[in-house]
Each structure stands twice: as C-alpha cells, then as structure tokens.
C-alpha cells in the first residue's frame, strides 16, 4: 500500500513548475510506484494559455476547483469547464487551457509519466519507459 500527501511531496523532485510559472504539477504516483498509471495534482494560474498535446499517452483531468476554457484544437471546439467538469483527451487531441480563475484539477496519464518528462516546443511529452526490475 502507498500512502503520500500532497504536502509531503511538495518542494521535492515530485513537485514541477513550468519554466514560465503559468501552472505546476505535483506527481503523486508516478511509473517508478509500478502500476500501470501516474497520479497528479495540477494549477493553471488564472488568465494564462497553456497549450499541451499528449502525443504519447492518455490523460484524464478531473477540474476540482477553477473555471475556464478548454479548446479541442483538432476538432475546433471549445468547452466552457468549471469544477465537476472532466475531459479525457483520448484522442492524444492538441488543446489549449484558459483558465478564468485559478485551476486546480487531478490528472491520470496512461502510460504512467516517470516524472523525468519535460514538455517540447509542441507541448508534447516524450514516452520515457521505466526498466522492469
């Protein structure tokens, strides 16, 4: 059984800001926990635009706090997201998020991110498998 905290986690190499401050990523479960998805707790600070497209995985976002935008840029559809709201990006679909407020949403990614990744130009994060012991 794993238990952690948010907390505990915090200010650790579990805990990622991008580079320009606009949102932060804390890992709670990540590929090296063995199994089979990582875990995160991620905020998107208020009137920025975040551009992200999984190219390599599936994630699931659950928005617990915060309203905005969500823009499907393959499909060019744009939702109105608040707290409930949940989009799964199935499709590995390119999208924007434009937060209002200040989000705070948890994140599933298949497969499991090993916490190494860091975003490319397109927002893309590369497939980093971890070895089996």
Do not use: C, Q, Y
């Given at each position: 059984m794993i238990v952690r905290t948010t907390e505990?986690?915090?200010?650790t190499e579990r805990d990622i800001t991008s580079e320009d401050g606009q949102?932060?990523?804390?890992?709670?479960?990540?590929?090296?926990?063995?199994?089979?998805?990582?875990?995160?707790?991620?905020?998107?600070e208020a009137g920025t635009i975040n551009e992200f497209h999984y190219a390599n995985?599936?994630?699931?976002?659950?928005l617990v706090e915060g309203t905005g935008k969500l823009r499907d840029l393959d499909n060019d559809v744009v939702y109105d997201i608040g707290p409930g709201s949940m989009y799964?990006?199935?499709?590995?679909e390119r999208h924007r998020v434009?937060?209002?407020?200040?989000?705070r949403m948890l994140c599933v990614?298949?497969?499991?991110?090993?916490?190494?990744?860091?975003?490319d130009?397109?927002?893309v994060y590369?497939?980093?498998v971890e070895e089996t012991a």
């Open positions: 505990e986690i915090t200010d949102w932060r990523s804390k890992r709670i479960v990540l590929a090296g926990d063995r199994v089979g998805f990582s875990f995160h707790e991620t905020t998107i995985h599936i994630e699931a976002v659950w799964l990006l199935n499709g590995h434009e937060p209002e407020t200040r989000m990614f298949n497969p499991p991110v090993t916490g190494r990744e860091v975003h130009e397109n927002g590369p497939l980093i």
